[in-house]
């Protein structure tokens, strides 16, 4: 796992075409939009106001989180330091590096979280245990 902080997250703002018509926008992620390949994708949706999803690290994927719709809250930990994220444009991506916990919530109705990861699924990646994970980071 890299000894990745707090600092190494960014925002990124997704190129948006606006349509001169009034038809809407369209949001494009390419190729050189995000620092790595993308090898998965997902999205969650109809997640209820009091639940809370992810509750891990990574120790190899990269993955950026984008709010299509509605919008929730990323609680994110580099075992030392803690900040939260709002995320409620879908233009704008919050890249997540490996060996940052997070945690999402306070979602709101119809949000739908599209995460655009660097890796295929290996539960081997996966530290799901907090006190594991400090444990790791320090190392």
Partial sequence: ???????????IEIPKISDPDGRGNLAVV???TL??????VY???DVP?????????????????I?????????LDDGNNRTKV???KPNRGLIIPSGIWRELENFSSGAVCLALVSEVYKEEDYIRDYNAF????TM
């Avoid at 796992?1 to 925002?11: G, V």
């Avoid at 620092?35 to 998965?40: A, G, H, M, S």
């Fill in 134 to 137: 400090v444990s790791y980071k």
């Fill in 1 to 11: 796992m890299q000894k990745q902080t707090i600092d190494a997250i960014q925002i």
């Fill in 43 to 45: 999205y969650l949706y």
């Fill in 67 to 75: 709010a299509l719709s509605g919008s929730f809250d990323v609680l």
């Fill in 49 to 65: 106001s009091d639940a809370s999803r992810g509750g891990h690290a990574h120790i190899e994927l990269q993955q950026c989180l």
């Fill in 35 to 40: 620092p790595y390949e993308v090898k998965r």
């Fill in 86 to 88: 709002h995320l409620n």
């Fill in 30 to 32: 390419e190729k050189n």
